[in-house]
C-alpha cells in the first residue's frame, strides 16, 4: 500500500467559498449593462474561464460588443470581485479546513495549494492561512486549466514528494480528472453523481482524518 507523504488542495469549494463574490460582481456588472442575472443563470459560469463566463453573460443580456469592450468589461468585473475578497475575514474557512490542516502538519505531512486562481495570495492572507502551506501554486504559475494537471505536478514537485505519493482534494470534475491524470489520489468533496471519478467523495473536510488519508488507494 502507498504511503501519502502530501496534500494539495484546491481553493475555491473546499478551504473557502468565493463564488459568493464572483457572483455578486458578475450580477453587479449586469445591473449596469441594464438587465439582471440571477442565482440560477449563475450556475453556467461555474468552473468557466473568466472571458468565457463574459460571453455567457453577454448572451443572455443579449449584448454584443467587440474584443476591446470585452477586455474593459472582464476586468472592470475582476476589479470588483478583488474589492469583495479584500474584506474577507477567517471565519469564512469552510468547516474542518483549518483543523484538517493543522492535523497534516502535526504528522508532517506536507501542503500545497493547487488553484487556478489569480488572486489566492490575497485570499489566504485574508483567512490567515498562508504559513499552513508549504508550496503555493496559482493561476500566476500555470499555463494550463484542469483537467491539465499542470497545477497539480507543479505542486508536487515544488514539495518534491512522488505523484503517486500524493492526494487532491477538489470540487470540481475538471480538478478530480487533472489529479487522476497527473498520477494522483483524488478526493472530491460535494456530489458523489459529480465527482464519481475521485477515489473518495466527502460533503466537506471536516470528515477527513489521517486514518482515512493512508487508506486511501
Not at 463574490?21 to 443563470?41: I, N, P, S
Not at 463566463?53 to 476589479?79: F, P, V
Not at 508550496?135 to 494550463?144: E, T, Y
Amino acid at each position: 500500500m502507498r504511503k501519502i507523504k502530501a496534500c494539495i488542495f484546491d481553493l475555491d469549494g473546499v478551504i473557502v467559498d468565493t463564488a459568493k463574490y464572483h457572483y455578486l460582481a458578475w450580477k453587479r456588472l449586469a445591473q449596469e449593462l441594464g438587465f439582471d442575472f440571477t442565482e440560477e443563470q449563475n450556475e453556467a459560469l461555474k468552473g468557466v474561464s473568466r472571458t468565457k463566463s463574459l460571453e455567457i453573460l453577454l448572451q443572455i443580456g443579449g449584448i454584443n460588443i467587440c474584443d476591446e469592450e470585452k477586455e474593459k468589461l472582464a476586468e472592470k468585473k475582476n476589479n470588483w470581485y478583488v474589492e469583495y475578497i479584500k474584506n474577507m475575514v477567517p471565519s469564512e474557512i469552510l468547516k474542518g479546513a483549518k483543523e484538517f490542516l493543522y492535523e497534516l502538519r502535526k504528522n508532517n505531512i506536507k501542503i500545497a495549494l493547487g488553484s487556478a486562481s489569480k488572486n489566492s495570495m490575497l485570499i489566504l492572507n485574508k483567512l490567515e492561512l498562508v504559513d499552513c502551506f508549504d508550496a503555493i501554486i496559482d493561476g500566476n504559475k500555470v499555463k494550463n486549466a484542469k483537467p491539465d494537471p499542470e497545477v497539480f505536478l507543479l505542486g508536487a514537485k515544488q514539495l518534491g514528494i512522488p505523484n503517486n505519493e500524493c492526494v487532491v482534494f477538489e470540487d470540481s470534475k475538471a480538478g478530480i480528472e487533472a489529479a487522476l491524470c497527473g498520477g494522483m489520489l483524488a478526493v472530491g468533496i460535494g456530489d458523489k453523481r459529480v465527482l464519481d471519478k475521485a477515489n473518495l467523495v466527502i460533503s466537506s473536510l471536516s470528515e477527513m482524518s489521517m486514518d482515512k488519508l493512508q487508506l486511501l488507494k
